[in-house]
């Protein structure tokens, strides 16, 4: 049984920093493809980035590339997103999310393709 936990989430303002992680509980995490999604109040979940198993191959959402960026360490079995200029529609609840063991460099951007996911932590951001 694969566990993820998040941590990170909290209130700040908009234009500061915060950094999500994720700890997976797997034997090989490296073999692990993993995204982040986020859902705000009254929409539905979506993409927000992915980093392939060996951490080689990243993308992120338009809404958030070149300010969001997604990265493991696989020694630590965690997998991180860096956010940095947010803003008030960055307001949702991330997730992040696990496809069983995958030993290629694909990325995954849709739901359906991720098996494990975590409880999520929230992340607000005033203006």
């Known amino acids: 049984q694969v566990q993820l936990v998040e941590s990170g989430g909290g209130l700040v303002q908009a234009g500061d920093s915060l950094r999500l992680s994720c700890a997976a509980s797997v034997r090989t995490f490296s073999s692990y493809a993993m995204g982040w999604f986020r859902q705000a109040p009254g929409k539905e979940r979506e993409f927000v980035a992915a980093?392939?198993?060996?951490?080689?191959?990243?993308f992120a959402a338009d809404s958030v590339k070149g300010r969001f960026a997604c990265s493991r360490d696989n020694a630590k079995n965690t997998v991180y997103l860096q956010m940095d200029s947010l803003k008030p529609e960055d307001t949702a609840v991330y997730y992040c999310a696990a496809r069983i063991r995958d030993y290629s460099s694909t990325l995954y951007y849709t739901r359906s393709e991720y098996h494990y996911w975590g409880q999520g932590t929230p992340v607000t951001v005033s203006s």
């Open positions: 980093i392939s198993g060996r951490g080689a191959r990243t």
